[in-house]
């Protein structure tokens, strides 16, 4: 486990991603605006996550609104956990878990900033390396623009979100093959 006694550090390079092999590391990329209410859940979540204790082979990242930037990560990384806001007309607050292996497998109703994240997974599909992609949504029912502000359903969900992410996270992680393994 990552020491907890420090604060997080903010990585203001993106050497980090690539000082040493990632591809048997894990990364949990949140996506969202943090002036959109509960748009914001997926860089809420990272936010969290950063709080506690995580596991030596997850590494958490504010995404942001997402694009073609984050595009270097894929390439690092043998598996991604996106973490979005949906409104997919659940409840607020429901978390969901999808393996989408296209853009168009990804919800249609992802928040505000879709039409970008969607085109950036399809530039993923071209490239030499694919990781293996997972989606943890948090339904929404609104976007309350120019507010930090987020409800109590999305932020109820907050824990159940982060348990489910480690948790598959783990599973995910026990499945990887170590280099030197033998049947």
Known sequence: MKNTSQSPQGISSDSYYFE????????VLGVGNYLMGDESI?????EALSEGSIPDYLDI?????GGFLLLDRFQA??????????MDGKPAGTV???????????????SVHDVG???????????EHQPDLYLITVSIDHINPMSVEVSQ???EAIPVAMDQILTLAQSLH???????DHL
């Open 20 to 27: 040493k092999d990632k591809t048997g590391s894990i990364l």
């Open 42 to 46: 997926g860089v809420r979540l990272i």
């Open 61 to 65: 990242l504010d995404g942001g609104t």
């Open 77 to 86: 990384y043998g598996t991604v956990i996106f973490v979005d806001a949906t």
């Open 96 to 110: 969901s878990l999808l393996r989408p292996k296209f853009a168009s497998d990804f919800p249609k109703a992802l």
């Open 117 to 127: 994240l969607k085109d950036m997974i399809e530039a993923v599909y071209l490239l």
């Open 153 to 155: 359903p999305v932020q």
């Open 174 to 180: 026990k499945e990887t093959p170590v280099v030197g």
